[in-house]
C-alpha cells in the first residue's frame, strides 16, 4: 500500500488528479445522503475551502443543504513541470459537480490574507449575486503570512514554550517509531506563530464583509480550533500553536461584539484530530492520530471531516435553541475525542507502542490510507 509514493517530513510528494476528484465526489455522495435538515445556511464564504475542514463545511453547506458557496484557497496550479497540488483538483471537482447540480459556486484562488484576496471576493460576491453571507467558515492552516499593513511576512513553528520536549511520533514514510526533540521557542517565533495562526486576518474579513454590507442578518461565522490529549499537550495547546488557537479564540468574542449589531455570532470550535495535509507535518500528531483512530474506531466514534461538520451544523450551529458551548464559550465536538474512557485507552497504547508492536496496537493503516487518499492515492 502506497509503496511508491514519495513521503518527506509528513508532506507527501506525489498525486494523482482522479484521486483527488474521486475523494471529493465520495464526500459529495456522502453529504446529499446526509437528509437536509433545516434552511440555513444559505449563502456560506469559506476560507480555505480546498481541503481538509473547509472543503467538508463546503461540500455539506452546498450538497448537504443546498447553499451557493463561495470558496477561497491556495493552491498551486499545473504547469509543464509538475501538476497542481491536491487543492487544485478538489476545487476543479467541487465546481464541476456543484455546477452540474444546479449550485451556484464560485471558487477563487488567492493568498486569503492579502487585501487584494479581500477585495476580489468582495468583487466576485456582486457580479454572481450572492446572497449576503448568512455563514463565513475561516479555515486557514498556513505556515506563512504577510501582514497586509506592514508588509512584514511572519511564519509558523511548530515548537514547545518554556522549555524543551522530546515526543514520540511515526515517520509515515516507513511507519517506524522515532522521537523528535523541540527547543523552546523565542518570543518572536511565539509572536509570529500568533500572527499567521491566530484571529488577526479573520478579523479583518469580517470587519470587510461587514463594512461591504456582505453579511446577511444573523450571520453566523466559525473557526476551528483544536485543544488535543495530554501527549500532545507540550508540542500543541501549550505550544505556539495553542498560544495562536487562544487568540483565535480570544477573537471570536471580539467578533460577537461587532455582529451582534446585526443579529449574527462568531464561534470557534474545537474539532477533533483529524488526517489532513497541515496536521500530517504538526510532529507527535500522527502517531496520536493513529492511536486514536484504533481506539475510535473499535468503539464506533471515528469521525471524519466531513462527520464533524455535518455534527457541528445540525447538533451546534444549527438547532432549535441557543448555540451549546462550553464555560470559554467554544463549540466542541472535540467531545468524543476527549472522552475520558477513549483518553485511557490511547494512553494504555502509549504505555506499550514499540517498533516491534506499532502496527498492531495502531491503526496505521487507517491513517496511511487517509493519507494517501488526500494525494488521490488511495488504494
Ligand atoms: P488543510 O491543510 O486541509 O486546509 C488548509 C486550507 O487553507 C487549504 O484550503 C489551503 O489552500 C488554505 N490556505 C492555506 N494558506 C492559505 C492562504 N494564504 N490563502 C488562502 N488559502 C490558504 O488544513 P485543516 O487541517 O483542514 O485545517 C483547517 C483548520 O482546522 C485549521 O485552523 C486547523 O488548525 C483546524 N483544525 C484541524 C484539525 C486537524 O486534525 N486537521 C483539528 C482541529 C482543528
New binding site residues.
Given amino acids: 500500500m502506497g509503496a511508491t509514493a514519495r513521503i518527506s517530513n509528513g508532506i507527501c510528494l506525489d498525486m494523482n488528479p482522479a484521486g483527488c476528484e474521486g475523494l471529493v465526489l465520495e464526500q459529495i455522495k456522502a453529504a446529499g445522503d446526509m437528509d437536509r435538515q433545516g434552511k440555513e445556511p444559505r449563502s456560506v464564504l469559506v476560507?480555505?475551502?480546498?481541503?481538509?475542514?473547509?472543503?467538508s463545511a463546503r461540500i455539506f453547506s452546498a450538497f448537504g443543504k443546498g447553499a451557493q458557496t463561495m470558496g477561497?484557497?491556495?493552491?498551486r496550479a499545473p504547469c509543464e513541470k509538475r501538476g497542481g497540488s491536491p487543492?487544485w483538483y478538489n476545487n476543479i471537482a467541487f465546481e464541476t459537480v456543484a455546477k452540474q447540480a444546479n449550485l451556484k459556486a464560485v471558487t477563487l484562488q488567492?493568498?486569503?490574507?492579502s487585501e487584494a484576496?479581500k477585495l476580489q471576493v468582495v468583487e466576485a460576491a456582486r457580479e454572481h449575486q450572492f446572497e449576503p453571507f448568512d455563514l463565513v467558515v475561516y479555515?486557514?492552516?498556513?505556515p506563512v503570512?504577510t501582514d497586509p499593513e506592514t508588509g512584514v511576512t511572519h511564519r509558523t513553528t511548530i515548537k514547545p514554550i518554556g522549555q524543551p520536549t522530546s515526543t514520540l511520533t511515526i515517520n509515515l514514510a516507513n511507519g517506524q517509531l522515532k522521537n523528535v526533540s523541540l527547543n523552546p521557542a523565542t518570543e518572536a517565533e511565539i509572536a509570529d506563530t500568533i500572527k499567521v495562526?491566530g484571529g488577526e486576518d479573520w478579523k479583518l474579513w469580517m470587519n470587510k464583509l461587514h463594512e461591504e454590507g456582505l453579511l446577511a442578518t444573523g450571520v453566523k461565522t466559525v473557526?476551528?480550533?483544536?485543544i488535543g490529549p495530554p501527549v500532545s499537550n507540550d508540542i500543541y495547546r501549550s505550544g505556539t500553536l495553542g498560544r495562536a488557537k487562544e487568540h483565535l479564540e480570544a477573537t471570536a468574542h471580539e467578533l460577537a461584539s461587532l455582529l451582534e449589531t446585526i443579529g449574527g455570532s462568531a464561534y470557534v470550535a474545537?474539532?477533533?484530530?483529524?488526517v489532513?495535509?497541515?496536521?500530517a507535518v504538526i510532529p507527535a500528531?500522527p502517531l496520536y492520530i493513529a492511536a486514536l483512530f484504533r481506539v475510535m474506531k473499535d468503539m464506533d466514534l471515528h469521525e471524519d471531516?466531513l462527520q464533524q461538520i455535518k455534527r457541528l451544523f445540525r447538533e451546534r450551529l444549527y438547532t432549535d435553541g441557543k448555540v451549546p458551548v462550553d464555560n470559554e464559550g467554544r463549540i466542541r465536538i472535540d467531545d468524543w475525542e476527549l472522552r475520558t474512557d477513549v483518553q485511557e485507552k490511547v494512553a494504555e497504547i502509549y504505555s506499550k507502542v514499540n517498533n516491534e508492536n506499532v502496527w498492531s496496537l495502531v491503526d496505521f493503516e487507517g491513517y496511511q490510507n487517509d493519507f494517501l487518499a488526500l494525494h488521490g492515492l488511495k488504494g
Fill in positions: 476560507l480555505g475551502a480546498s481541503g481538509g475542514y473547509g472543503l477561497v484557497s491556495l493552491e487543492g488567492g493568498d486569503a490574507f484576496t479555515s486557514l492552516a498556513s503570512r495562526m473557526a476551528f480550533s483544536y474545537v474539532c477533533k484530530a483529524v489532513t495535509r497541515a496536521s500528531m471531516c
